[in-house]
C-alpha cells in the first residue's frame, strides 16, 4: 500500500535480517564457489553446474535487494508499548466471533510476516483493516471473497513485555 508505512514486529525484522544474513553469508558464497569451479572446467555454453549456478546467484541477488528494500522501508514497531490496550491496533491479538458464533483469534502483524495457517494477519488485509481501532463488544463489517461477514470483538490482548529481537 503505497504512501503507508510497513510496520512490522521486532520478532518480523529479525526474521528478515535472519534470511538477508542466511542468504549473503551462506547460500551466496557458496553458489559463487560452484560457479568458480564450474568456470574453470572450460566450454561454459553447456556446463550445467556452471548455468544453474549463475541462474541461481541472480535469484539470490534478487531475493537480497527485495529483503534490503523491506528492511529500509520497516517501521519497528513494539506491540507491548501499545499505550492504549483497550482497541485493537498494530501487534494486537483479537478474539473475534462471527454472526454462527464461531470464534477465531488473529494477530495483527505486518504484512511481510502474515501467515493466515498461524492466525498472523497482514495489516492492510480486509479483517485487519476492519479490526483497526476496535474495542472489546464493537462489531466490524468485513467484505470478504465469500462475501461480508460481520463480527464482534471479543478480546483483545497485547504482549506483557517489550520483545527483544535475537541476533
Given amino acids: 500500500m503505497a504512501g503507508e508505512p510497513n510496520y512490522i514486529t521486532p520478532q518480523g525484522f529479525a526474521a528478515l535480517r535472519a534470511e538477508y544474513d542466511r ?20 566450454d561454459r555454453s553447456e556446463n550445467g553446474d556452471y548455468l544453474y549456478g549463475r541462474k541461481r546467484m541472480r535469484e539470490i541477488d534478487g ?37 454462527d458464533d464461531n470464534q477465531r483469534t488473529v494477530t495483527l502483524v505486518g504484512n ?15 479483517i485487519a483493516r476492519a479490526l483497526r481501532g476496535a474495542a472489546v463488544g464493537d462489531l466490524r463489517r468485513v467484505m470478504l471473497p465469500g462475501g461480508e461477514k460481520e463480527y464482534e470483538v471479543l478480546k483483545i490482548d497485547y504482549p506483557a ?5 535475537a541476533g
Avoid: C, Y
Avoid at 23 to 42: D, H, M, Q
Avoid at 75 to 90: C, E, G, I, L, N
Fill in 23 to 42: 542468504l549473503f553469508g551462506v547460500e551466496r558464497p557458496a553458489i559463487v564457489e560452484v560457479v568458480s569451479w564450474a568456470a574453470g572446467n572450460g
Fill in 63 to 99: 531475493q537480497l535487494r527485495r529483503l534490503s528494500r523491506k528492511m529500509k522501508d520497516a517501521r519497528v514497531v513494539d506491540p507491548a508499548q501499545q499505550p492504549d490496550k483497550s482497541r485493537a491496533f498494530f501487534g494486537a491479538t483479537v478474539t473475534i466471533a462471527d454472526e
Fill in 112 to 126: 511481510d510476516e502474515q501467515d493466515v495457517a498461524a492466525g498472523r494477519i497482514g495489516w492492510h488485509s480486509p
Fill in 161 to 165: 513485555q517489550a520483545v527483544r529481537p
